[in-house]
């Protein structure tokens, strides 16, 4: 394999990003549909935000235990069964819409349900890739891990776009139920992926261990911390792009697949970079700098009063995005004993979980001040925050320099 795909060369692998790539592309074009029930229902930018609240929560606490639950199990059969549940979750979503009986709290108690499952869906895949790749190539994983959520980012919206016009709502969501079946047969051909080390620890034991661990080690709880700015600031606009489509510049909803997509191949340009290039560069440095472009890019996106030009501002914001993105889960990865990868990347999910939250104030003072205000303040205080980081932080600018970082070793038998 070229150096760009060298992850590639595991089969297994190559089935864990089947898997993933399908079950997010299904989840990235519910969104979209999730998004337009959600506004037609209410006409209330202030319920969008419930529904992704209703989600987080239960999201950001089952993240501060799902770690220790994923170095404890199997963990192929742990997300089977979870995507499971969020099948049939779906397939009540579907049955309502259908008959015409889907209501505003339908759409809150999926959202929980969903809320629930994902600290063992994205979490428990990351913790698998280190057994199937090896340290060696974990850094070009992690970033074709990237590639295959950006990818889903600009297919999954950009169809549920074009597709409701043709098929209805209904139509176009039956679809993503179909992919959240065959990612569930892709988790099936892969081997069982059991923890290296099983601890003998009481559950709480291992839950209060993986605070303790990141307290002792200052580099992955900075980057845990960094990991968190730009999903509470800057990334709730990706949730309200419905109300720049229809309240600021009045387009279709093909118009916000097509946003929505752009997100995705601005993801998709800034992963594959990363994976090019990602074992020569100064991962932190860049991580750093990439978060701070990121955020005077989308200030300028959110201040545009046309979407033709607001269009190309948010693909290159993203790029930028996911190359922070990308390098800060690498980090962690890079930095974490073995024995504690699924706790760590649990809790390096925790952005994930919260990005919804962040979405809340972003809401509200929306509804106060409009969101192109809003927005732009929000990135303005992201780039201060990086900005704090380079000049008062030593660990986060000798980073590069860290050992652990530079170690190369083969996976054992």
Not at 4 to 9: K, N, Y
Not at 84 to 107: C, R, T
Request: glycine letters at 6%; hydrophobic letters at 55%.
């Amino acid at each position: 394999m070229p150096r760009s795909f060298a992850a590639l060369e595991s089969i297994p692998f190559r089935w864990l990003v089947s898997s993933l790539g399908t079950f997010f592309l299904a989840m990235q074009g519910q969104l979209v549909v999730r998004s337009l029930l959600t506004y037609e229902l209410t006409e209330s930018p202030f319920a969008l935000a419930m529904v992704n609240l209703v989600v987080a929560t239960p999201m950001s606490i089952g993240l501060l235990f799902s770690g220790a639950i994923i170095d404890r199990v199997e963990r192929r059969n742990l997300t089977i069964i979870s995507q499971a549940i969020v099948l049939v979750n779906e397939l009540v979503v579907f049955v309502l819409l259908v008959s015409g009986k889907l209501e505003y709290w339908h759409l809150l108690a999926t959202a929980f349900v969903l809320g629930v499952n994902f600290p063992f869906l994205m979490p428990t895949r990351t913790a698998m890739i280190y057994s199937l790749v090896g340290r060696d190539k974990l850094g070009n994983a992690m970033a074709l891990q990237a590639t295959s959520l950006n990818i889903a980012r600009i297919v999954g919206p950009a169809g549920m776009g074009l597709l409701i016009p043709l098929v209805s709502m209904a139509g176009a969501y039956l679809l993503s139920i179909l992919l959240y079946g065959f990612s569930i047969y892709a988790m099936f051909m892969l081997p069982k992926s059991y923890p290296e080390n099983k601890t003998k620890k009481g559950f709480m034991e291992d839950v209060t261990y993986s605070f303790k661990y990141v307290a002792n080690n200052r580099a992955i709880f900075l980057c845990l911390i960094f990991g968190l700015l730009p999903m509470l600031l800057a990334l709730p606009i990706l949730s309200l792009l419905v109300v720049f489509t229809e309240s600021i510049w009045n387009v279709s909803e093909t118009a916000l697949g097509i946003m929505m997509a752009s997100v995705g191949v601005g993801g998709i340009i800034g992963s594959l970079l990363v994976a090019r290039l990602g074992d020569t560069m100064k991962r932190a440095r860049v991580m750093m700098y990439a978060a701070m472009i990121f955020a005077i890019i989308l200030a300028g996106f959110s201040m545009s009063p046309y979407y033709l030009l607001a269009l190309p501002l948010l693909l290159s914001a993203n790029i930028f995005a996911n190359m922070s993105q990308t390098l800060n889960q690498t980090l962690v990865q890079l930095l974490a004993d073995n024995e504690v990868r699924g706790r760590m990347t649990s809790l390096m999910m925790l952005s994930v979980g919260l990005t919804p939250l962040g979405v809340l104030p972003v809401a509200y003072f929306a509804e106060i001040y409009g969101i192109d205000i809003t927005m732009f303040i929000a990135c303005i205080l992201l780039v201060l925050a990086v900005l704090a980081f380079i000049m008062l932080s030593p660990t986060m600018r000798h980073l590069d320099e860290d050992p652990r970082l530079n170690e190369v070793h083969e996976l054992g038998s």
